[in-house]
């Protein structure tokens, strides 16, 4: 059950080309370990996922003093294609948003697509700013674990 129900709203849509395959972003978007590394638009998160559908998760965004908690609830769990979640933050108007994520694969890389719905007018455009920053985020841990991997399995090759 969600903190508050869905009220109708404005939306973002975000497309991003990540450098990894499908099942790594899900995996981003699933493992709380990783999710902490990027899921916050400055500094980083703490996150508890119960991933199941009608699990809650929790994410606290981290800078310098500042704590700001974002919940929601699972409610799809398709992997490695397709995430959706309500989104309840102060930014929200008391009201949960809903987030739906999809993956497709491009070769190597992943096609995502971000669409945040049931959002407050007046912050459509901090919304967008944020998710970009995130996926900036996202996109560079996984352009860092990819070369890290890489890196370890190329070690000792002539």
């Not at 975000?14 to 493992?31: C, G, I, K, N, S």
């Not at 902490?36 to 981290?62: C, N, Q, S, Y």
């Not at 497709?104 to 971000?114: D, F, I, K, Y």
């Amino acid at each position: 059950m969600t903190d508050a129900p869905l009220q109708p709203g404005v939306a973002i849509r975000l497309e991003r080309l990540l450098p990894a395959p499908v099942a790594e972003v899900f995996a981003a978007w699933t493992d709380p370990s990783l999710m902490a590394m990027w899921l916050a638009p400055v500094g980083h998160a703490e996150v508890e996922v119960d991933l199941k559908v009608g699990g809650r998760f929790r994410v606290t965004m981290i800078d310098d003093d500042m704590r700001l908690e974002h919940t929601g609830e699972y409610l799809v769990i398709d992997p490695p294609h397709r995430l959706s979640f309500t989104w309840l933050s102060p930014y929200t108007g008391g009201h949960a948003s809903q987030v739906d994520v999809t993956l497709t694969a491009r070769g190597p890389e992943t096609l995502l697509v971000l669409s945040h719905q049931q959002l407050p007018d007046d912050t459509r455009s901090s919304h967008e700013g944020g998710w970009t920053r995130i996926l900036d985020h996202l996109a560079a841990v996984l352009v860092d674990k990819n070369r890290h991997a890489y890196t370890s399995t190329t070690e000792g090759v002539p």
